[in-house]
């Protein structure tokens, strides 16, 4: 009995810290099935990423789990309540950044930010959001005239205007200049330093390494690993990448026969090639070197990186 | 509440922040105006008899093309798919979005009703009834502008969709045309539209009997505002890819048709159809089956007589005693005297229209416009100092116009006409109704023959003028021409006009004629020859 209660509380807690539960999530398009028995828990506090390249169905099992798109099958929880049966309750807990940022030409920072305050029962003072997203100067702007980066920091304030315990960010950075997308990252570190969980889609890998805790990486409607970046990349078979810079020109075809090497492009002096055997081929390389009498200038191997692993990953798959 | 509230502030905020949305919602409205005030600048009472038909236009713009392009546009740039992440329910971004609508309507048709104030318009005669009558009316086309949103994809769909509903509206939906000059079946169809009841309710509160007498007009309008909405409300689409929100989505629209066919069915049924219709233009096309009621006896009159009860006829024009005996002592009644139309100017004196003996408590309300002067009790007694006194010859329509043309003493038809023509004058002076013993029938019946081929654009029309001049001076003695002219200028719809029904034996073709019209023609063409007989044409006029 007692070991009964202890695990009944232990799936109690283990539920309470989980921000977003999906579970066999499934959406279909007429003949196209984007999300395919897509399961994945958000923790409390953590930035999670759904990665994948466009048209994967990451936008798709976001805007389920938001109540924007009805599923087909599956089960979705998020803040503990199930969003297809409290879709209200849901939307009061959570804010969003959709893809697209969509407003009225001549609506001023201010206004929308009063207007949407006015769909929530919590709300933060907008005078604060306007502080907070640096847009105090634009607030009587129309928002036809701000920047894109400015129109961005809107729809992330809008976002916080009913102070969110979850936000979901849809390719926030999306068309961004690299300063917006610096300033939004840092956005988006400040949230998970601020206690609130957030769940990102992204196709831009550095992205999804640099922000989130864990990633979960969606290719044609299905999660096809998940777990953090580090954890992906020390799984993953990929190859890592060798670059050998020499003070004469080598032969390829004196290397071409080492054993474990694999694309390799030779251009004058500098010769690239991925191996999955690290060890035993680059040592197999330098005995080839040296024996020609060849001088070495540089030498690089590096590991793979998620990028890496989200190709070979989602190469696999389609292969599949 | 606070949401639908705020929303309702924004939509409104928003709107008069665009250009392009002040254009359509405001300017528009006052052209049509403007057009109106231009096509119908002959009548007496300016604008009044035409305000129903204005309001409907401008709120049927507002709904058709104004609702639906907002919301259409909106949804397209995806701002209601941001609503939808907010707790806010459906109905109360609808309710607002309607609400905004409405109000926008309703500063337009106010401004609307300024404007035609400022160029003359008597004030309406039921205010309040008016106002109520326009949030029917806008509850009908709002309803319609919603499932046009739900409907179409994109603006260019909206734009697509609204000329589909607008146009047919104007031309046979009884707005801009008159129905007594659509064909039969046209007619029929009309009973189908909202805009036809849209028209006759808000004219029936501005120069008719008010909301009381609207019971059909208003019914209708509930239930295809009815229809509209609950169509428009089930096919709510937050995204512009969300096709239908269900597949059955679609179906919905079919309520909306459902409503249009149980108020033109019901129309049918009840008899509201072209022969029997209420509207002034159906009375006076079928004369014999429209009698003109008459007060019960006791009973104070109402202020405007028996006009404001059957049709939306400016309460200005009243009937004189005269009119009154003439048409109580008719077996089959005249035609209502919706002599709404007369060309004759503004400040011409309406005919008094209470009853000298009635008690000062049972007379006409303050809005209703009486004569300030008595007129004379007969064309007998008819002076040049009533003729001076009553109609001015200024503001006449141009002899070489398109209304009342009459050709100049120097001008030749062409060959086919001139052989008309000639038939004509060789067989006008036998022609019976010519002959007819009571003067100013005689009269009236010889004005017809120049009326009708204007009403109808004949080519002879300039001739057949100057022909009709010619023989009445001819035949009728100066004194009793002036005289009857005079009578006919200020009483068109009196008498007969089964003359017109005789123009075969002087050739004309048998086709129908907008009897109305061709009275009022009939009558400009008198105040043109009395110009003439008296010497009191302006400069330049022929």
């Given at each position: 009995m007692v070991s009964d209660r202890k695990s009944l509380a232990v799936v109690f807690c283990k539920a309470a810290m989980q921000k977003v539960v999906v579970k066999e999530l499934e959406k279909r398009y007429d003949n196209v099935l984007a999300a395919q028995r897509v399961s994945f828990a958000i923790e409390d506090g953590e930035i999670f990423g759904l990665l994948g390249p466009n048209g994967s169905g990451k936008t798709t099992t976001l805007e389920c789990v938001i109540g924007l798109r009805q599923p087909d099958a599956g089960y979705i929880e998020v803040c503990g309540l199930d969003a297809r049966r409290h879709p209200k309750a849901v939307k009061e807990k959570i804010g969003a950044v959709l893809q697209t940022i969509a407003l009225q030409d001549k609506i001023t920072p201010r206004e929308a930010l009063a207007l949407f305050a006015s769909f929530y029962k919590r709300t933060a003072a907008a005078s604060e959001l306007l502080d907070r997203f640096s847009l105090t100067e634009k607030a009587d702007a129309s928002f036809d005239s701000l920047s894109a980066g400015q129109r961005q920091r809107l729809a992330v304030a809008l976002a916080f205007v009913n102070n969110p315990e979850l936000i979901f960010l849809d390719e926030?950075?999306?068309?961004?200049?690299p300063q917006s997308r610096r300033d939004l990252h840092g956005e988006i570190v400040r949230m998970k330093r601020d206690g609130h969980t957030v769940l990102l889609t992204t196709h831009n890998i550095d992205e999804a390494e640099q922000l989130c805790d864990r990633i979960a990486i969606i290719d044609s409607g299905r999660i096809i690993a998940s777990g953090p970046p580090r954890d992906l990349i020390a799984a993953s078979t990929s190859a890592q990448s060798v670059l050998l810079r020499t003070a004469q020109p080598l032969d390829p075809k004196s290397l071409a026969v080492i054993p474990g090497i694999e694309d390799l492009v030779c251009e004058n002096s500098t010769i690239t090639f991925r191996t999955k055997t690290a060890g035993p081929t680059l040592s197999a390389v330098m005995k080839v070197v040296n024996d020609l009498g060849v001088e070495v200038l540089e030498l690089h191997a590096r590991k793979a990186r998620l990028e890496d692993v989200f190709l070979a990953l989602t190469a696999e798959d389609s292969q599949q | 509440m606070q949401a639908a509230l705020q929303q309702l502030r924004i939509s409104l905020t928003l709107h008069y922040r665009n250009k392009m949305a002040l254009i359509y919602s405001y300017l528009f409205p006052l052209i049509f105006l403007l057009a109106f005030y231009v096509l119908y600048r002959y009548e007496r009472v300016v604008l009044a008899r035409h305000m129903g038909e204005l309001l409907t236009v401008s709120v049927l713009g507002g709904a058709c093309f104004g609702l639906p392009t907002t919301m259409v546009s909106e949804r397209e740039r995806g701002v209601w798919r941001r609503y939808r992440l907010a707790p806010i329910a459906t109905a109360t971004l609808v309710l607002s979005v309607i609400a905004a609508r409405y109000l926008i309507l309703l500063t337009a048709g106010l401004l609307q009703l300024a404007v035609a104030l400022a160029m003359g318009m008597p004030w309406p005669q039921h205010p309040v009834d008016l106002w109520i009558v326009f949030t029917f009316v806008s509850f009908a086309f709002i309803g319609l502008g919603l499932v046009m949103a739900m409907m179409a994809d994109n603006v260019p769909a909206v734009q697509a969709l609204g000329q589909c509903i607008f146009l047919p509206m104007l031309i046979i939906g009884g707005i801009a045309v008159p129905i007594a000059t659509l064909p039969d079946w046209a007619q029929h169809l009309s009973q189908f539209f909202p805009g036809r009841y849209a028209v006759q309710a808000l004219q029936a509160c501005i120069v008719g009997p008010g909301l009381g007498k609207t019971g059909f007009e208003l019914l209708a309008l509930v239930i295809i505002g009815t229809g509209g909405t609950i169509a428009g409300a089930k096919m709510f689409r937050w995204d512009a890819q969300q096709r239908f929100a269900r597949r059955s989505g679609k179906a919905w629209i079919s309520v909306a048709v459902l409503a249009w066919v149980i108020v033109g069915v019901l129309a049918e049924s009840r008899g509201y159809t072209p022969a029997s219709a209420r509207s002034s233009e159906d009375s006076v096309a079928a004369p014999a089956a429209t009698p003109a009621p008459t007060p019960e006896p006791g009973a104070p009159a109402p202020a405007s007589a028996s006009v404001q009860e059957c049709s939306p006829i400016p309460p200005v024009l009243t009937l004189s005693e005269a009119e009154k005996k003439a048409a109580a002592g008719k077996a089959a009644p005249a035609p209502a005297p919706s002599n709404a139309r007369s060309t004759i100017p503004n400040d011409l004196p309406q005919v008094e229209a209470v009853p000298p003996e009635k008690p000062a408590a049972e007379k006409a309300p303050a809005n209703t416009v009486t004569l300030p002067h008595p007129t004379p009790p007969s064309w007998q007694a008819v002076t040049v100092a009533d003729i001076e006194r009553d109609l001015v010859f200024d503001r006449l329509p141009s002899d070489s116009g398109i209304v009342t043309p009459i050709a100049r003493d120097e001008e030749e038809p062409d060959p086919d006409t001139s052989e008309h023509l000639r038939f004509i004058q060789e067989n006008l002076p036998s022609w019976q109704p010519g002959k007819v013993a009571d003067p100013v029938q005689r009269v009236r019946n010889m004005l017809y023959v120049a009326a009708v081929p204007d009403v109808q654009q004949q080519p002879i029309e300039r001739f057949a003028a100057q022909a009709v001049f010619y023989q009445l001076q001819q035949d009728i003695p100066k004194d009793q021409l002036i005289k009857a002219l005079y009578w006919i200028a200020l009483h068109p719809t009196e008498g007969d006009d089964k003359a017109v029904g005789d123009l075969w034996a002087l050739r004309f073709t048998n086709d129908p004629v907008d009897l109305e019209q061709t009275r009022e023609r009939a009558a400009i063409y008198g105040v043109k020859l009395l110009g003439r007989l008296l010497g009191k044409l302006p400069r330049g006029a022929s």
């Open positions: 926030p950075t999306s068309g961004l200049d | -």
